[in-house]
C-alpha cells in the first residue's frame, strides 16, 4: 500500500513491469522473437535484484509492430495506466528506444513514472532513474535516439523520392481501377474498375459540371473505391462521390500511366486507364470551370478565417472588415476588443494558414504537432497517413472548399502582435472527418 505518495518503509517488494517493442512485425510469430528476447534479459535482470526485494510482475507488455516515435501504442497505454494506479513500482526495458525515441515523449513518460513513484531501469546500458547522473544519461541517449529516428526517416524520404522519380507506386491507398500488385511493388488495373473510371471521365464531359456528374454518379450507385487498410486492417472507402471526392478522381495522373510527386509529374510503371486526349479535355473543363466560379467568392465577407481567428492579448474573436481607395478594397482583420492589436492584413494571415493546410499531407513536423494538439484533447487513434496526398486535393478545391476545409480542421487559429506569430489549433474530429469526406 501507499501513504501520501510514498510506500511504507517496511515494504521491501519492488514490483517490476518488462516493457518490450519491435517496430516491425517481422518474425513475430516465431518461436523466440525479439520480444521474447528482450523480456528474458529483463527477467535477468529483475532476479539479480532479487535482494533488494524485486519481483517480476506476470503481466506482459508487449507491443509488436509499434514505432518508438510516439506514444500511441496499446501495451504502453496499459503499462501507463497500471502506473497511474499504483500498481507498478519499476519498468524494466532491454534498451532505452525501447521505451521512446522521442526526447519529449520520454520526457514526459519520465513525469509520469516520477507522479506515482515508479522508478525507470535499461538493462543493457545500466541505466537507472534513481539518480540526477542516471537521469542526465538517459535524456542525453533518448536524444540520440531521436536523432537517429530522424536520420532513418530522411533515408526513407529520400529513398521513396527517387522511387516516385522513376515512376514507381510507393504505397499509399489504392485509386478506383487499381489493386495493390499481389507480388509487391506496384499497382495493377482493375478492369471492372477501370470501366467506371472511363465512364465517369466521359460523364463529366459531357455534363461539363462536377455538381450535375456526382448527381449520375449517385444515380447509378457508384462510389469511391473500396479497401480494407494494409496497417490497421479497417474497412475505408465506398462512400458516394462529392465534388471534390470526384475533382480528385479527374485530375489524378495515375490514370494516364504517370505519377506526381512534390508538385512533379513522371512517366509511372502502371498501366494507364484513360488516353492523354480525354484526360487533357478533362483539365481544360475543369479549369474553365474554375474560372467561371471564381467570382463567387470564398463566402459574404471573402474572409477565409471568419469566427476562428482570436488575438492573443486580449483573447477576443478578430473580425473581418475592409476599407476602399479608389477602386482597390483592402481587407483587414480586426480586434474585437479595444487593444493595441489593432487590424491586421487579411491576405498575409491568410495565406500563411492556407500554406500550412496545404502541407499537411508532406510536412511531418506539422504531422506531429497535429498528432500533440489532437491526444491533449483526449483523440488517441489518430492516423495522419490518409492525407499523405492532401496537397493535390488542396490544389483541385474551389476557394468556397477551402474555406470549408479550413473551418472543419481548425477550431482557432491565435495571432500574438507582441510576437507576431500564428498558431493554429486543430479539432479533435477534424482529420478522420476530412478523410472520410474529401481523401476517401
Not at 473505391?225 to 471534390?244: E, N
Not at 492579448?313 to 481607395?325: F, V
Request: aromatic fraction near 8%.
Amino acid at each position: 500500500m501507499k501513504r501520501n505518495g510514498r510506500k511504507d518503509a517496511a515494504e521491501k517488494t519492488v514490483r517490476c513491469a518488462i516493457y518490450t517493442r519491435k517496430s516491425t512485425e517481422e518474425g513475430l510469430d516465431s518461436d523466440f522473437s525479439t520480444l521474447d528476447a528482450q523480456r528474458e534479459s529483463a527477467e535477468a535482470y529483475i532476479a539479480s535484484q532479487k535482494g533488494s526485494g524485486w519481483v517480476c510482475l506476470p503481466d506482459r507488455f508487449d507491443d509488436g509492430g509499434f514505432s518508438g516515435g510516439n506514444t500511441d501504442r496499446p501495451a504502453l497505454q496499459r503499462l501507463l495506466a497500471e502506473v497511474e494506479s499504483g500498481n507498478i513500482d519499476c519498468v524494466v526495458v532491454y534498451k532505452v528506444d525501447r521505451l521512446s525515441r522521442s526526447i519529449v515523449d520520454f520526457g514526459r513518460l519520465l513525469e509520469t513514472f516520477d507522479k506515482h513513484d515508479c522508478t525507470f531501469v535499461s538493462v543493457t546500458e545500466h541505466f537507472t532513474t534513481t539518480t540526477p547522473a542516471g537521469r542526465m544519461t538517459l535524456n542525453l541517449m533518448v536524444s540520440f535516439a531521436q536523432y537517429e529516428r530522424e536520420m532513418i526517416s530522411e533515408r526513407t524520404r529520400d529513398k521513396m523520392g527517387a522511387a516516385r522519380r522513376r515512376g514507381k507506386w510507393i504505397g499509399g491507398y489504392p485509386v478506383l481501377g487499381y489493386d495493390r500488385d499481389p507480388d509487391g511493388g506496384g499497382i495493377v488495373v482493375n478492369e471492372d474498375e477501370a470501366i467506371q473510371v472511363r465512364a465517369t471521365f466521359d460523364l463529366y464531359l459531357e455534363k461539363a459540371s462536377l455538381l450535375e456528374t456526382v448527381k449520375e454518379l449517385r444515380k447509378l450507385g457508384w462510389v469511391n473505391k473500396q479497401f480494407v487498410s494494409k496497417k490497421r486492417g479497417v474497412p475505408r472507402g465506398g462512400k458516394p462521390f462529392t465534388r471534390a471526392t470526384l475533382s480528385y478522381l479527374l485530375k489524378n495522373v495515375v490514370y494516364v500511366g504517370r505519377v506526381r510527386f512534390k508538385g512533379e509529374v513522371f512517366d509511372g510503371e502502371q498501366e494507364a486507364i484513360v488516353t492523354d486526349e480525354t484526360f487533357a479535355n478533362v483539365q481544360e473543363q475543369l479549369r474553365r470551370n474554375t474560372l467561371a466560379g471564381s467570382s463567387l467568392g470564398r463566402n459574404k465577407s471573402n474572409a477565409l478565417l471568419k469566427g476562428i481567428l482570436r488575438c492573443a492579448s486580449c483573447g477576443a474573436g478578430m473580425t473581418p472588415t475592409y476599407t476602399r481607395k479608389g477602386d482597390r478594397k483592402y481587407r483587414y482583420y480586426q480586434c474585437r476588443d479595444t487593444c493595441s492589436t489593432g487590424a491586421i492584413p487579411a491576405g498575409e494571415v491568410e495565406r500563411f494558414v492556407e500554406e500550412k493546410i496545404a502541407r499537411i499531407g508532406s510536412d511531418q513536423k506539422l504531422q506531429r504537432e497535429i498528432v500533440r494538439q489532437l491526444q491533449e484533447q483526449g483523440c488517441d487513434d489518430i492516423d495522419t497517413s490518409i492525407l499523405e496526398d492532401f496537397e493535390v486535393l488542396w490544389g483541385s478545391l474551389t476557394p468556397k472548399e477551402r474555406v470549408r476545409v479550413v473551418q472543419l480542421l481548425l477550431e482557432r487559429v491565435t495571432y500574438d502582435p507582441d510576437e507576431e506569430t500564428i498558431a493554429l489549433r486543430f479539432r479533435p474530429s477534424g482529420i478522420e472527418t476530412l478523410a472520410e469526406e474529401f481523401v476517401e
